[in-house]
């Protein structure tokens, strides 16, 4: 059997990989709270946990986030498997199953996500891998738009991925 969609498992591989890798090295090698500047009042490595979405958004119920994300992940794969993308659309929906799998693996084995990418020149909240994933993959998806635009009768006019 040929796997569809090459480009959105091994986006999803890649970067689920990388945020696990590096959430594991954050939590065995700081302790919660601890700081390393890389760039003294520009970026820092910190180890925090968020509740929440993006921006600690719903950290007062945010139990309920574990379960959209693996629902978010599940409609992902099927997309891939039943579906035919161009190379944008592969790499951008493979980025955004990363990102909502590495949350959603955080979620429902501590309750909560490990961030620590800390932007403080500009006072943005802390965060991971998994939302960088999530960003390039929605980037992706924005370039697929303009790149491969669908017909005005809905069908696609883009070559095989």
Request: hydrophobic letters at 55%; glycine letters at 8%.
């Amino acid at each position: 059997m040929i796997l569809k969609n090459r480009l959105f498992w091994v986006a999803a591989c890649v970067g689920l990989i990388a945020d696990q890798v590096t959430k594991f090295w954050i939590m065995h090698s700081f302790e919660l709270n601890q700081t390393l500047p890389l760039w003294e009042g520009v970026f820092h490595l910190t180890y925090v946990t968020n509740k929440g979405a993006a921006f600690s958004l719903f950290s007062e119920r945010g139990e309920w986030l574990r379960w959209l994300s693996l629902v978010v992940s599940l409609g992902l794969v099927v997309l891939a498997l039943f579906s035919r993308m161009n190379r944008w659309e592969q790499i951008g929906y493979g980025c955004i199953l990363a990102g909502a799998l590495g949350n959603g693996i955080d979620r429902f084995l501590f309750g909560e996500v490990v961030d620590f990418l800390d932007f403080r020149l500009i006072r943005f909240p802390v965060f991971n891998l998994a939302d960088v994933s999530i960003n390039v993959g929605i980037i992706c998806l924005l370039i697929a738009a303009f790149v491969h635009p669908a017909s005005a009768n809905g069908n696609s006019k883009r070559p095989p991925g």
